[in-house]
């Protein structure tokens, strides 16, 4: 008998150790009974208080699975994986009811099988007393392995009396290696679970931590693993739903059987993530979804929600340094723009001069005359520039009073009228009449509004809607929108549109000081100019002007 068992018990532990799936080693764990017995089929049940699964296998190769619900297993009655011999009697009506309903089936008005106990020191046998039913002998074994999990050993034969005294005990005393055998596969089955849980987690870090990957990536490729750590991961597929974008994993299918998390940022609900399972492949003999997937699950979530939060922190990062590095390069270019005028001025002043002495004295209806009126307004337009460059630096001051901006806006258009019809360009106004007067430069406020009257029309070569509107603001401001139905401007240009001599249009057409000195002349008037533009959508231009003393 001793051998008997030695051998037996390397065949159990074997099987637990070598990596087999849990459905091969509870068939492995029947056929070596079958081989130690004069047994004609072996069911095993497994499950929890809440489930019971039967795997049955029968000579010569016929192995079924099928769930049992609703078993209503006596718990109490096993310690340390023995039943306690007090219950024996309750647990012998348990197993005789169980029988009947489960594994015999009895139909409505058959004979119900009745089972005779016999107990030995170590264990319990039943046998059948109704001769009608094919198997007469049961031995069964019942044992607990963890705190969730037990099991049932049920060893059938055909004869009457199959089992001896040296059968009951043989068996008996392979209680414990069964229960250590189910034990080191179920925690194998755990650690196969929990680093197939550490990796993915891993895997969203590393994920997460690329510093170039947008956020629709990062989503995109955790989704992708996610499947990898789940019970089944053949049949198990992922979608991530946040902010309206939707993220699966490949060859996504969605059923019932689902598992979801929902991804919330700062007690405020940004998505979801759901685990799908194949219905048709899922195996009914264990557990949908691990507790620990459950888990792992609401962890990724969290981990979702943070990586959310983290990356529009970095992009708001990115704009602020992008805004400074902007201002700092307005601020460069403004000293500069200031040197640059003031080492002009002088020599343009002495073209401009002598220009104009030789002018006064030269035959008006000579070639020379003309060439020297060229020369005058090219030195007149460099003054200007020059004047344009100061402007945008700051170097020449404004000079305030209190002005009417609706009556500057008017004074604007008249010049602009006639131009905007012939471009097929209909204006708008409206202009609040309410308006306040603001402390500043006429001169320098009538500039900046027909600059960007005069851009508009540029932006509309096809005609379009001009509107020109007022308003005041809560915060001790008044703004002035200057609207358009034009081309619009690309994102990646906006970033660009103040800095001097930058231009999209063609040479004769623009030196690129316009925006900037309109640009120049709000700053100093210690306003701002905020600009929305959409390609092919228009421009909208808004210049906020200080209107209280305070403010100014």
Not at 128 to 146: G, K, T
Not at 168 to 175: D, H, T, Y
Request: proline share 4%; with cysteine.
């Amino acid at each position: 008998m001793v051998k008997r068992i030695c051998e037996i018990s390397n065949r159990i532990l074997r099987c637990a150790s070598s990596g087999l799936t849990r459905l091969d080693f509870i068939r492995n764990v029947a056929a070596t009974f079958l081989d130690f017995s004069s047994a004609n089929n072996i069911i095993i049940l497994l499950g929890d208080p809440d489930r019971l699964n039967s795997f049955e296998f029968k000579l010569p190769d016929d192995f079924t699975i099928k769930p049992i619900l609703h078993s209503n297993f006596p718990v109490e009655y096993f310690s340390d994986s023995m039943i306690i011999k007090d219950y024996v009697d309750d647990f012998s009506s348990w197993v005789e009811e169980f029988f009947n309903c489960y594994i015999l089936k009895s139909k409505k008005n058959s004979p119900l099988i009745k089972l005779q106990t016999i107990q030995t020191d170590d264990a319990v046998c039943f046998y059948n007393l109704n001769i009608d039913n094919q198997y007469r002998s049961y031995y069964i074994i019942p044992f607990v392995f963890d705190e969730q999990n037990y099991a049932f050993l049920i060893i059938k034969a055909t004869e009457s009396l199959a089992f001896t005294k040296a059968d009951l005990s043989f068996f008996s005393k392979l209680v414990q290696v069964l229960s250590d055998g189910f034990s080191h596969q179920f925690a194998q089955d755990a650690l196969k679970e929990r680093v197939k849980e550490l990796t993915c987690l891993y895997q969203i870090t590393q994920i997460a931590n690329r510093p170039n990957y947008t956020i629709s990536q990062i989503m995109q490729r955790i989704v992708e693993i996610i499947p990898y750590a789940m019970q089944y991961p053949e049949i198990a597929y992922a979608k991530i739903f946040i902010d309206d974008d939707y993220y699966h994993s490949r060859n996504f299918q969605e059923s019932k059987i689902r598992l979801s998390s929902v991804i919330s940022s700062k007690y405020e609900q940004r998505g979801i993530l759901e685990v799908f399972y194949t219905e048709k492949e899922l195996p009914k003999y264990c557990k949908i979804f691990l507790p620990e997937e459950e888990n792992l699950i609401e962890t990724i979530s969290k981990q979702l929600a943070l990586i959310i939060e983290r990356k529009q922190i970095e992009i708001i990062n990115n704009k602020l340094q992008e805004q400074l590095r902007h201002a700092d390069r307005l601020a460069t270019i403004g000293q500069l723009s200031a040197g640059i005028a003031h080492e002009m001025n002088e020599p343009l002043g002495t073209i401009l001069g002598f220009a104009q002495l030789i002018e006064q004295n030269v035959d008006t209806s000579s070639e020379t005359f003309s060439d020297i009126r060229r020369i005058v307004n090219a030195a007149l337009h460099g003054r200007e520039v020059v004047r344009k460059l100061l402007l945008f630096s700051r170097q020449m001051p404004p000079k305030k009073g209190k002005i009417d901006i609706n009556h500057i806006i008017e004074n604007g258009l008249y010049f602009l009228e006639s131009r905007s019809a012939k471009s097929g360009i209909e204006i708008i106004r409206k202009l609040d009449p309410n308006l306040p007067n603001i402390d500043a430069d006429t001169n320098q406020i009538h500039q900046v509004l027909v600059n960007l009257i005069v851009n508009a029309i540029h932006s509309m070569p096809e005609g379009g809607l001009l509107t020109l509107s007022t308003k005041i603001n809560n915060d001790g401001t008044i703004s002035i929108f200057v609207k358009d139905t034009g081309i619009g401007i690309p994102e990646e240009i906006q970033q660009k549109i103040f800095i001097p001599f930058f231009t999209t249009k063609d040479i004769d057409q623009g030196t690129g000081l316009g925006l900037p000195v309109v640009h120049g002349i709000v700053t100093s008037h210690h306003g701002r100019i905020i600009v929305k533009s959409k390609v092919n959508a228009g421009s909208i231009f808004e210049v906020r002007l200080p209107y209280t003393q305070s403010q100014s």
